[in-house]
DNA sequence: GTGCGCATCCATCAAATGGTGGACGCGAGG
DNA sequence: CCTCGCGTCCACCATTTGATGGATGCGCAC
């Protein structure tokens, strides 16, 4: 009773990588390989995977967090592994809360993959060890709830754009875009600008 | 009379999808692997491959353009092409400018690194040909050179410093930082520190 | 229906920022 | 030797930004 695995990644290669590293290693077999997070969806519901190893960025397309949620929304669902580059916390999140059963750095040893498939197969949670600190304490200061349109000034800021630019751009008053601003630093615990920029990137908010 | 490559990339995953891929393919053999930029040059100081295979950013350690330098200097100096998750401009150059013969983003499908590594062998350069068009453009308009105290600044703007904090940081007057902002500015081509890390994030300065 | 959160708007004031135009010493290269 | 780029510093002033403390209408949930 081998656990069956499906790849999701957009690069052949780190595919190639996982299949060479993964396969025949005792308990997981692939079953198949995809590059897009579409592809992943339409090969599950035929494969059936136990597993799905699935990169949190996909090109174009959707996105391994959406690619996440259809594959649990499946009948049977299989469990998810998000595997990727980036430390990014809210996309941590994100991919959690849409199902995920765990998260895993692309640098990690082929051995802590194997391990996180078979914990992921039994139905457990996994986690990188070295994202648990960080992961709690985003857990312990949820991120802020921003309004869309804060968002939307929010990605404005992002490009450096002045109120009055803000303004014009979303047709309301540079007195409202202070207003919205003065939210967005309450909620980020930020004063000025440039740091909730920075601090919308660290958290991944943009 | 096989291509000797030597591989280097800081995930293990990509190395063997790199191998899976690569070895045994005709004309290449890859004759070592190494995680790190420093592990990199000590094996072809030994190993004397034709072709570098490195990976821009290698975790901890130094980077891919400082390995690629340093492997240039070797006597004799294998090929090194730049293969890379990312196409942000100023890294490419910075990559060419250290004596790469190629950058190949690792979406590409295998033949075409096979392609690329026969170029390169071959004395000749190899870009992706995706990357072309932008590579004109950049060098068409060449990036701004900013010096290295002004690089300093830029990257405490990014944080979202203020004046304050950056003269604080780098133990000089808050009248030197405006300095270096005009300069920055004015080289940059923008009128506000939030758009200076815009358009420094998007060429790729920092 | 009465809150409540959201988006919108307003005015005023203090602080930070950016623009201009300088000045100096120092080291590398012509 | 002497220029040029760099890092450092300064002053003055216009503009932008952020802080404060409001107000209105709207939709949704209790």
Redesign the interface.
Known sequence: MTIEVLLVD????????????LDGRGTLTIIGEAGTGEEAIVLAEHLRPDVVLCDLRL?RGIDGIATTAALRALEPAPAVLILT?FDRDAEILGAIEAGAAGYLL??V??EV?IEAIESAAAGKMFLAPDLNARMIQTMRKPLPRLTDREIEVLNL??????NKEIARTLFVTEATVKSHLVHIFTKLD?D????????ARETGLI
Chains 1, 2 share one sequence.
């Open positions: 957009d690069h052949p290669v780190v595919r190639s990588g996982l299949r060479a590293v090109g580059t692309k640098d040893a082929p993959i800021l992002a490009t450096g754009a002045t930020v000025s600008r440039s740091r909730a920029v920075h601090v």
